[in-house]
T-cell receptor, first 112, second 113 residues
């Protein structure tokens, strides 16, 4: 079974709006990461949040983590057409620490 | 430039043939990973290696094989036993387990007909 699962599956917004994506997971984690993938390309690491952290910022990105609900959210503020991509969360596991499991991703379209 | 490379970008093979996908990194990373991605889906782990001459099966290892003879290289062979090999294959590396902050290659799109 998947450790992480993103919601929504697809999101379409106008340029300048904020985009929020959610990730839920099932077992206790050490870290949760968010990655971005442009169509037909490899993934790019965006941000990591540790299990003892609740919020983290990087530029226009804001990630929150609620370990009691086993969920995380990725907020992209003031979106741009160049933010169009798929976004994946990846979680490790306290019992299987040597690998991470990726969710199915959220496909974000930012319309100019 | 440091990075992780995969070749070729596109690969076409006939059914029944084995094919080897290349993955090379010059980041001095200990851990390397192979993932498979099908259209509209997330990544599924095929094999991973934490150190030279050692590797472990991931979630979908059947029909695949790997080797890790050098730190820089982690080739993946898709064998004829793999029932549905057409997919996008991604290689990644990280400084050490547990795969925190993985660096990904550009991917190889394999089509088997």
């Amino acid at each position: 079974s998947q450790q992480g699962e993103e919601d929504p599956q697809a999101l379409s917004i106008q340029e300048g709006e904020n985009a929020t994506m959610n990730c839920s997971y099932k077992t206790s984690i050490n870290n949760l990461q968010w990655y971005r993938q442009n169509s037909g390309r490899g993934l790019v690491h965006l941000i990591l949040i540790r299990s003892n952290e609740r919020e983290k910022h990087s530029g226009r990105l804001r990630v929150t983590l609620d370990t009691s609900k086993k969920s995380s959210s990725l907020l992209i503020t003031a979106s741009r057409a160049a933010d169009t991509a798929s976004y994946f969360c990846a979680t490790d596991s306290k019992t299987s620490y040597d690998k991470v499991i990726f969710g199915p991703g959220t496909s974000l379209s930012v319309i100019p | 430039d440091g990075g992780i490379t995969q070749s070729p970008k596109y690969l076409f093979r006939k059914e029944g043939q084995n094919v080897t996908l290349s993955c090379e990194q010059n980041l001095n990373h200990d851990a390397m990973y192979w993932y498979r991605q099908d259209p509209g889906q997330g990544l599924r782990l095929i094999y991973y290696s934490q150190i030279v001459n050692d590797f472990q099966k991931g979630d979908i290892a059947e029909g695949y094989s790997v080797s890790r003879e050098k730190k820089e290289s982690f080739p993946l062979t898709v064998t004829s036993a793999q029932k549905n090999p057409t997919a996008f294959y991604l290689c990644a590396s990280s400084i050490s387990p547990p795969g925190v902050g993985q660096y990904f290659g550009p991917g190889t799109r394999l089509t088997v007909t």
